[in-house]
């Protein structure tokens, strides 16, 4: 009779703070023993010469999400579950997003029944607050918190979705007395709205105007001013998909002052330039996210940042409007001026094969940091740890078995969504997860998906032991 539903034999099993030789017992989906030579298993896999990976925690993706814009998401729960395991990740944290008017309850049902029965690995939810009235603030949002919705994010930009430095500071004081998590989209919006009037009247509204319109001083402004907020009311926040030099420098300006902000980046800051929005005729719209993508000399700004730890998390942002698809970014057509494009690109299956090839095969930090970056501090931070997140005794076996010198070339076929196009079309990486597991059961394997669709589990989220602030 077998020890283990599953054994992993023979890998280099790695978390963030080190790693060993041995072999991996799973039973019931979780990991129950790690030793040098364990019994039989039910099932085994060989893992020799390979790495054996936390699986991925992408902690900043769009799925199933209504626009305010109209445009739809290309992605629900099960093509973007299906493309999150071919890259080894192995939970997805979404967003439920409520727009002005709307009950945060309601919302959050709304977003379940979008979920339900199409996910293949599991799920959190993050809140989007656009509309903290009286009734969000004083009933629904403390009671999401205790039912383990314990991040939510705020904008300081976009008609629908920004709130003023007063609301953006009562919801920061409720964070902190409910021991909950505030996530910042950082941009000044009038700035932005200024100089995208004065560039679409001079006739400039090609898609390379709309980095020119997201300036880079307009995330520094912002990215300070939420720092500053966070600093009166004395809690923690994070800064999402940090794309410039200049709001790193902020980031350090803070650290340096011990306040507890914690910043994550994107792939397409590392990957992508301003030089892409560039493109002949509309394709520079494939390439538009806000923040955009910064001139290429950026580039090693932030990944210096990242090897620096200046950055907790990388997350993709994965936004994802069809080029080709009057639901997406041809919603006005092709001429359409760079305001009127969907802002957003994909990434869930490039993410973690970018940040491994850039990052650990580039030399620029070892695989300890890697995976403290792909899951084990969205672990954390979000309330899963040590559930998700790590390798250990009693944690689901949520794994995903790399070879570290795989060289693959990215195509839209190996992203396995329900795009039209991949902005890292042609990008040769080093590093490829080849098995991902979740809870024990095998998900995708050689770039193929396995999982059935409604296999995946809703996570309620526990507070964040690392956002706690002090005193609370």
């Known amino acids: 009779m077998a020890d283990y539903d599953l054994v992993i034999r023979g890998g280099t099993v790695v978390t963030a703070a080190d790693s060993v030789r041995c072999d991996v017992g799973i039973r019931e989906g979780r990991v129950v023993a790690l030793a040098e030579r364990l019994g039989a298993g039910a099932e085994e896999l060989d893992a020799t010469g390979r790495l054996v990976l936390p699986g991925g925690i992408d902690s900043h993706c769009h799925l199933d999400q209504p626009s305010s814009m109209g445009a739809t998401t290309a992605d629900d729960f099960r093509s973007g579950s299906i493309s999150a395991a071919c890259g080894g990740t192995t939970t997805i944290i979404p967003f439920a997003a409520q727009h002005r008017g709307q009950s945060l309850r309601a919302v959050v049902e709304d977003y379940h029944r979008r979920a339900e029965g199409k996910a293949i690995i599991d799920y959190a939810f993050h809140l989007i607050i656009s509309d903290p009235s009286e009734v ?112 790193v420098e902020q980031l350090r300006w803070a650290h340096a002052r011990n306040l507890r902000i914690y910043a994550e980046t994107c792939p397409q800051y590392l990957y992508l330039s301003a030089d892409d929005l560039d493109r002949p005729g509309f394709e520079g719209a494939k390439y538009m996210c806000s923040p955009p993508p910064r001139e290429p000399a950026n580039q090693e700004a932030i990944w210096q940042a990242l090897e620096g730890g200046v950055f907790d998390v990388v997350s993709s942002d994965h936004a994802p409007y069809r080029y080709d698809d009057p639901q997406g970014k041809q919603m ?80 839209l076929d190996l992203m396995h969504d329900a795009m039209d196009y991949t902005p890292y079309e042609g990008v040769r990486v080093r590093g490829w997860p080849i098995t991902t597991l979740s809870r024990g059961e095998v998900v995708a394997h050689d770039f193929q998906p396995r999982g059935a669709p409604g296999r995946g589990r809703f996570l309620p989220c526990d507070q964040s032991a690392m956002a706690r602030p002090r005193g609370a």
């Open 332 to 411: 006005h057509g092709k001429d359409a001026p760079f305001k009127k494009v969907a802002n957003g690109i994909p990434g869930l299956a490039a993410r973690l094969p970018l940040l491994f090839s850039g990052g650990v095969n580039g030399g620029r930090f070892d695989v300890n940091r890697f995976v403290a970056l792909s899951a084990t501090n969205a672990a954390k931070l979000y309330g899963l740890y040590p559930r998700k997140g790590t390798i250990a005794v009693g944690s689901d076996a949520d794994i995903a078995i790399w070879d570290a010198e795989r060289e693959v070339t990215l195509t």
């Open 136 to 247: 969000v603030l004083k009933e629904e949002l403390p009671a999401l918190i205790r039912d383990g919705y314990t991040s939510f994010k705020i904008y300081t930009t976009y008609d629908s979705l920004k709130l003023d430095d007063a609301q953006i500071l009562q919801v920061l004081a409720l964070a902190r007395r409910e021991g909950a998590l505030v996530m910042v989209h950082a941009e000044n919006h009038d700035a932005i709205a200024w100089l995208a009037q004065r560039l679409l009247a001079a006739g400039q509204s090609a898609p390379k105007y709309h980095a020119v319109a997201h300036a880079s001083a307009a995330e520094r402004e912002a990215t300070h001013r939420a720092i500053t907020l966070a600093e009166v009311v004395d809690v923690p926040i994070l800064i999402v998909h940090v794309s410039g030099r200049e709001a």
